[in-house]
């Protein structure tokens, strides 16, 4: 069944507010793409075809991710970096009258302070979607980010 033209341009402004905010620094903005009790998740591929349970990262309501950035902000260490995300379109596929899933391809490049640029993460987002979240616009019920690799060269400070 075909996805309406107006849901799918939803969707895809959806992950380009996301990775936006993400990119320009805005992370206080990340928990409210979620609805209150949204989860967000990290894995492995290798994990996810095995269905082994182990995230990488995991917060299971909007107040966890909120937490997240304070800890970010406030409590880290890391090195000074930024993402800078590449998006492919997505699959929708509509669950119900208020809700679809999703699916869309990522590559996530990171720079760091000295300006060393480097392909930090890819994958797929699977995601689950609320249409009419707060004040009218589509929110993450949940959203699984599946990184190819298992590997990552440095902490994983930044949400992907």
Do not use: K
């Amino acid at each position: 069944m075909a996805i309406e033209v107006a849901v799918q341009h939803e969707v895809e402004r959806l992950h380009a507010r996301y990775a936006d905010a993400i990119d320009e620094d805005r992370l206080e903005e990340w928990p409210g793409f979620f609805v209150p009790g949204g989860r967000y998740r990290i894995a492995t591929a290798e994990n996810e075809e095995r269905g082994l349970p182990l995230p990488v990262l995991s917060a299971e309501s909007r107040a966890m991710m909120q937490d997240r950035v304070a800890s970010l902000r406030h409590a880290n260490i890391y090195e000074p970096q930024r993402y800078r995300h590449v998006l492919s379109q997505s699959i929708v596929v509509r669950v119900d009258a208020a809700r679809v899933r999703s699916v869309a391809n990522f590559l996530v490049m990171r720079i760091l302070q000295d300006g060393e640029s480097t392909l930090f993460a890819s994958g797929r987002y699977l995601d689950t979607i609320l249409l009419e979240g707060e004040g009218g616009e589509p929110q993450y019920e949940e959203r699984v980010v599946v990184c190819d690799s298992r590997r990552f060269d440095t902490l994983l400070a930044i949400p992907l």
